[in-house]
């Protein structure tokens, strides 16, 4: 029987380029000037520093058109608001990988309001779909393009 996983993937060395990339920027632009502006990765965090919120807004849109020109979903970017202290301002970024148990949940029921013959399963963080027909898994993958939903979805492991 025809099968496919639904994930939540991010290509994490691709991060790491674009956050290279980023303070490459910072370092060459005039308004971070003499500002301590940097970034800091660890594993799926990464901590903006500077002096102030403002250039930290501009950090946050830096760090996202290059996250976007290596083709990763700034979806996947959950941003917590900053942290102002006197000479300094912090915000983290975390990067989610992987499919949450309610957001699971709801891709399983979306599957099943669709009315489509093929039967979901959530195992562990991603949710394999199997059906009788290659066709109705094409449908179901249509329809969860489609879909809104927290976190961008891939699709792999297809089997016919």
Same mark, same amino acid.
């Given at each position: 029987?025809?099968?496919?996983?639904?994930?939540?993937?991010?290509?994490?060395?691709?991060? #790491? /380029?674009?956050?290279?990339?980023?303070? &490459? @920027?910072?370092? /060459?632009?005039? *308004?971070?000037?003499?500002?301590?502006?940097?970034?800091?990765?660890?594993?799926?965090?990464?901590?903006?520093?500077?002096?102030? *919120?403002?250039?930290? @807004?501009?950090?946050?849109?830096?760090? +996202? #058109?290059?996250?976007?020109?290596?083709? $990763?979903?700034?979806?996947?970017? !959950? %941003?917590?608001?900053?942290? =102002?202290?006197?000479?300094?301002?912090?915000?983290?970024?975390?990067?989610?990988?992987? $499919?949450?148990?309610?957001?699971? +949940?709801?891709?399983? &029921?979306?599957?099943?309001?669709?009315?489509?013959? =093929?039967?979901?399963?959530?195992?562990?963080? !991603?949710?394999? %779909?199997?059906?009788?027909?290659?066709?109705?898994?094409?449908?179901?993958?249509?329809?969860?393009?489609?879909?809104?939903?927290?976190?961008?979805?891939?699709?792999? /492991?297809?089997? *016919?």
């Amino acid at each position: 029987m025809p099968t496919f996983d639904v994930v939540s993937e991010v290509k994490m060395h691709e991060v #790491s /380029n674009a956050v290279d990339q980023a303070k &490459k @920027e910072i370092v /060459n632009r005039f *308004d971070f000037k003499g500002s301590n502006a940097e970034f800091e990765q660890k594993d799926n965090l990464l901590i903006m520093k500077a002096k102030n *919120d403002y250039l930290l @807004e501009q950090m946050l849109t830096i760090l +996202k #058109s290059k996250l976007c020109k290596r083709d $990763i979903d700034i979806a996947c970017l !959950k %941003v917590t608001d900053p942290k =102002v202290l006197v000479h300094e301002a912090r915000q983290e970024v975390t990067v989610q990988q992987g $499919i949450e148990q309610d957001v699971s +949940k709801k891709i399983v &029921k979306l599957i099943k309001d669709s009315k489509i013959k =093929v039967q979901a399963s959530i195992q562990g963080e !991603k949710v394999r %779909v199997t059906g009788k027909k290659k066709d109705d898994l094409q449908q179901v993958m249509s329809a969860l393009r489609e879909a809104e939903l927290e976190v961008p979805v891939q699709f792999n /492991n297809f089997h *016919d």
